[in-house]
């Protein structure tokens, strides 16, 4: 599976790990960017890049870092289509993907460590979407955001 990951300032470092740890498990990874931790960026133009290359079929899912994977993935689930999570803990890593069909995991590097990080990375990709009355429920989300995007 092709994965995106972007970041912004606060992130480079955890980025580039979990590149590495991903792409250890057979991954193929992509990096959006940013590239430069000593050059402040704004985290809703990686939001957007990574959401943007999912919908456009660049990669299948991404991994958006900001200091607390709020703001990322705010901005990344502005693009039609997309669904972005924040976790903090794996648990909801796991349900997120099983029940939201989010293709997006984010988290924050000024909230979770390297470990923990991995573990939530495990938990949204060794997990898959069930369909059935959670695709009902991810059906509604998407026509809230038809309703607004006529
Ligand atoms: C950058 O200081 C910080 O605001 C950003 O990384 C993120 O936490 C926003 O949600």
Redesign the pocket.
């Known amino acids: 599976m092709k994965v995106g990951f972007g970041c ?4 480079i470092d955890l980025k580039k790990e979990m590149m590495e740890y991903m792409t250890g498990k057979g991954y193929e990874c992509v990096d959006y960017g940013a590239f430069d931790a000593t050059v ?1 960026v704004d ?1 809703p133009d990686q939001g957007q890049k990574v959401a943007e290359a999912i919908k456009d079929g660049e990669i299948e899912k991404g991994v958006l870092i ?7 993935s ?1 901005a990344a689930n502005k693009v039609p289509g997309i669904r972005a999570a924040v976790c903090s803990e794996p648990y909801s890593a796991m349900m997120t993907s099983k029940h939201n069909a989010t293709q997006i995991i984010a988290f ?3 909230v979770v460590g390297n470990e923990m990080a991995k573990m939530i990375l495990d938990a949204f990709f060794d997990n898959e979407f069930e369909g059935g009355r959670h695709a009902e429920r991810v059906a509604k989300i998407t026509a809230i955001e038809e309703k607004y995007n006529k």
């Open positions: 912004d300032h606060t992130a402040r985290y900001c200091g607390t994977g709020i703001g990322i705010l924050g590097a000024r």
